[in-house]
């Protein structure tokens, strides 16, 4: 069974902090990987895909360890705008499925 | 910057009676699939569509539910007989390049059922 594991939190972490999130995925045949933000009540908005190399995109790090299977984010100066809820979510593509695998999500909450 | 569209934003319906949820994908877009949220729970993958058919379905993808694309914009999804299970958030997301892409979501229609 294709499954994505996150501590769903609640992280509390006061402003300017750093905040790192790791999640699991089960299918070491797994192909593609992501993470995505979820706003209450709102559609799942990309924030990065996740590359074997590693990749940064301004104060957010992403890492990938294919051996271990888990997928990691890291947010430096956390701002109070980065309160959500964050999807670990991968697609295990092959053979032609295509449909994405979303963990449950870590929820954080950023404090002045 | 160009945006997955869904109508209705909300719809109510009473137990077994049919739904249809529109979707407009970005417009470069080739591959267009749908995902439910249940409240409280993690976003599911129910079918994705490329080049007319059907690539993959879930098993929440049973007989009562469908997805056509009727013309070069719109792709819907079509619940015949509505159960109250199927209460949920219902995401329309499309990518440009397939399978590895990056899929980008609409806003979503909450769907009641009573």
């Known amino acids: 069974r294709k499954e994505v594991e996150q501590d769903p939190g609640p992280f509390n972490v006061p402003e300017g902090a750093t905040v790192a999130f790791n999640c699991t995925y089960s299918?070491?045949?797994?192909?593609?990987f992501f993470w995505y933000r979820q706003d209450c009540r709102k559609e799942p908005k990309l924030l990065m895909s996740?590359?074997?190399s590693g990749n940064e995109d301004g104060r957010f790090t992403a890492q990938l360890n294919r051996a271990s299977q888990y997928i990691s984010l890291l947010i430096r100066d956390s701002k109070l705008s980065d309160s959500a809820t964050y999807l670990c979510?991968?697609?295990?593509?092959?053979?032609?499925?295509?449909?994405?695998?979303f963990g449950k999500g870590t929820h954080l909450i950023i404090q002045p | 910057e160009p945006e997955v569209t869904q109508t209705p934003s909300h719809q109510v319906t009473q137990m077994g009676q049919e739904v249809i949820l529109r979707c407009v994908p970005i417009?470069?877009?080739?591959?267009f699939y749908w995902y439910r949220q249940i409240l409280g729970q993690k976003v599911e993958f129910l079918v994705s569509?490329?080049?007319?058919?059907?690539?993959?379905k879930s098993e929440i993808f049973d007989d009562q539910f469908s997805v056509e694309r009727p013309d070069g914009s719109n792709f819907t999804l079509k619940i015949r007989s509505t159960k109250l299970e199927d209460s949920a958030m219902y995401f329309c997301?499309?990518?440009?390049?397939?399978?590895?892409?990056?899929?980008?979501f609409g806003p979503g229609t909450r769907l009641l059922v009573l």
């Open positions: 569509f490329y080049n007319n058919e059907i690539s993959e």
């Open positions: 979510v991968v697609n295990h593509s092959g053979g032609g499925a295509d449909g994405l695998t």
């Open positions: 997301a499309s990518n440009a390049r397939g399978p590895r892409g990056s899929q980008y």
């Open positions: 996740v590359y074997s």
């Open positions: 417009s470069n877009h080739l591959y």
């Open positions: 299918n070491s045949a797994s192909q593609s």
